[in-house]
Every structure is written in structure tokens, then in C-alpha cells.
């Protein structure tokens, strides 16, 4: 039962598990940051990371500079170099570091209204990072600088993939397995679906799609995996009405309560890594949105499978400004 101290099938010898949910998602504590983590120490948490998908630290007194020490551990990192180059400004020190914040530059809280918060609503739809890039993302590692009171929302919600296609009926998992359906994602999609008026002009077959396999193995856990999020704007192959009747069916499967488990954000300093290869996420509103200040700041490490760059060609194009 979540909560429950358990046995993972992984032994630890340096950590200790706690499990959030019955299929994935776990707290893990026994890690002084402060210190440099020895190689078994780190194995360990990847590990861990690949057992369950989503593992949560608390209280971990890092900084910008040892967030991204520890996040180099993980592999190549994505940065917003291409974003900051075509006018986006970035409040950040590092460009390693993705602000997903509701804080403009000059501090104050952002408006839910204003142009980049209209696209951040895409962001409260169950998705996966950087699908829609050439090259998708592997781990994400979220981590908390500054909070609003409790009970103001602002947690994040998961979803177990891996388990959500193990559980699928027979008939579907062979038609998945015989048509090997390729998903053209694009976050423009997502964001018009979050914000249809205020993107109602905007057309996301304008704008470059990242192109991936609807069902794949998960090589670190070699378990099979449903690759979906909200950013999926159809199913090549198919008819429109089949398309999205395919996408309605798999989607609402993966992200119904028995898959998914929220995240509540306690203190500054919370941590939580996941794998996009193998879990949905998204961002759960809450009335701070327009009141206090959510600081958080993310290191996205670029996937490193033999499916990162899924069927796209390989280039450094970003895809996300508006």
C-alpha cells in the first residue's frame, strides 16, 4: 500500500524506500547532498529511478550549482540556449536550467493570463517532456526553491505507463504490436487543447512534430511501455476519427486513478526525478496560481536510448516558442 515501507525488487544498500503508490513512485531518504555521492550511492538511485519511474528527496539543501552537478550524473543535458536566442528571457543563472515557474523576470507573480501563462496551461494536461523535440527527454529533476502556503495546490501528479499498457486487454496490445503506430507529438497541440481561444488561430501542423513510436520497450527495465502524452496530435496511419479514437482510448486508460499518484511539495528543497520514457506528469493548479510565488527550477537530461530521437532527424531544433 503507498506510504508503506516494502521490499523493492532491487537491493539497497544505501538508500531506504518508501513506496508512494502500488506499481511505482517512491520517497527516498538516506542521501546526505551536502556530500559527494559515491558511485554505488548513485547507482543505487538510478536504480531506484528505473524500478519506479518517479522517486521523490526531501529536504535536500541543494543549490543551482550541485542540482546540476548531480543531474551531469544522469547524462547530456538539455538547456535553453535556443529559447534565450530567439527572445525569451530567462531569469536563471544557468541555461541548463529550465524555469518552470510562476515568476516573471522581475519577480512578481505571473499573470495565468498573460502570453506565456495561456501556454503553461498545457503543462496541467498529463504529458511527457520534450517529445516534441527532435531528441526527447530522459530524466527530469524538479526540484523546489520556493513554495506557496500549504493547501494552495501545486503538487504534480504521475502516471505509470508501463503498467497501464501491462494491464491493457489481450486484443489491443496485438493491434498496438502488428501496426507499430508512430505518434507525431507537438506541444502547440497541447497548448491549444489547454487554451483553445487564446490559440484558436494557431494551427499545429505549422510547426515541426516529433515523431515516436506509440509502443516501446523500455530498455533500462526492458519492460513494454505506452509513449503518450497530451502532446500527441495524431497516429500516423490513420483516418482523423480513428486517430484520435485510438489516442482517446489509450490516453484515458494511462492516466485513470489507478495509474497515477500526486506529488505533494512540502519544503523548499524537495526534489523528484523522473523518467519520461516510462511515466506521464503534469502540473495540479491550485488558487496560488494568482497569489504566491512556485520557484521551481528543472534539469532535463537528454535521452540516451536507441529511441531518443524516435524516427527524427538529428538536429539541434528546439521546438516551443509560440
Not at 517512491?26 to 538510478?46: N, T
Not at 536550467?97 to 505571473?110: H, I, K, Q
Not at 513510436?213 to 509513449?227: C, F, K, P, T, V
Request: negative net charge; aromatic residues 10%.
Amino acid at each position: 500500500m503507498p506510504g508503506i515501507l516494502s521490499n523493492p525488487k532491487a537491493d539497497f544498500d544505501h538508500i531506504i524506500v518508501k513506496r508512494l503508490h502500488p506499481t511505482f513512485a517512491a520517497e527516498l531518504s538516506g542521501v546526505d547532498f551536502s556530500k559527494p555521492l559515491s558511485d554505488d550511492l548513485f547507482r543505487e538511485i538510478l536504480a531506484a529511478v528505473t524500478e519506479y519511474g518517479v522517486v521523490v528527496f526531501r529536504h535536500t539543501s541543494l543549490t543551482d550549482e550541485s542540482h546540476l552537478e548531480f543531474a551531469r550524473k544522469f547524462g547530456e543535458l538539455d538547456d535553453v540556449k535556443p529559447y534565450v536566442k530567439a527572445g525569451r528571457p530567462n531569469r536563471l543563472k544557468y541555461d541548463e536550467l529550465f524555469d518552470v515557474s510562476n515568476v516573471e523576470v522581475d519577480g512578481t507573480v505571473l499573470d495565468p493570463e498573460s502570453a506565456r501563462g495561456q501556454a503553461n496551461k498545457g503543462n496541467h494536461l498529463f504529458h511527457v517532456d520534450s517529445s516534441f523535440n527532435p531528441r526527447r527527454a530522459g530524466y527530469s529533476l524538479l526540484l523546489a526553491h520556493e513554495l506557496p502556503p500549504p493547501g494552495m495546490g501545486g503538487h504534480t501528479e504521475f502516471a505509470d505507463t508501463r503498467t497501464a499498457y501491462d494491464d491493457l486487454p489481450s486484443e489491443l496490445k496485438e493491434q498496438l504490436k502488428t501496426h507499430n503506430y508512430i505518434a507525431a507529438h507537438s506541444t502547440h497541440h497541447s497548448r491549444k487543447l489547454a487554451s483553445p481561444e487564446y490559440f484558436a488561430h494557431m494551427d499545429p501542423r505549422d510547426y515541426p512534430m516529433g515523431r515516436h513510436y506509440l509502443l516501446q520497450r523500455h530498455e533500462a527495465s526492458g519492460r513494454m511501455n505506452l509513449y503518450i502524452a497530451s502532446h500527441v496530435h495524431h497516429i500516423e496511419g490513420l483516418e482523423p476519427e480513428k486517430s484520435q479514437e485510438l489516442f482517446d482510448r489509450l490516453y484515458d486508460h494511462a492516466k485513470s486513478d489507478k495509474y497515477t499518484v500526486e506529488i505533494e511539495w512540502v519544503s523548499a528543497g524537495d526534489l523528484v526525478i523522473w523518467d519520461n520514457t516510462c511515466t506521464m506528469h503534469r502540473a495540479v493548479g491550485g488558487p496560488f496560481l494568482r497569489k504566491y510565488r512556485r520557484d521551481m527550477r528543472r534539469a532535463t537530461v537528454h535521452d540516451s536510448s536507441s529511441q531518443a530521437w524516435g524516427l527524427n532527424e538529428h538536429s539541434d531544433v528546439r521546438v516551443g516558442l509560440p
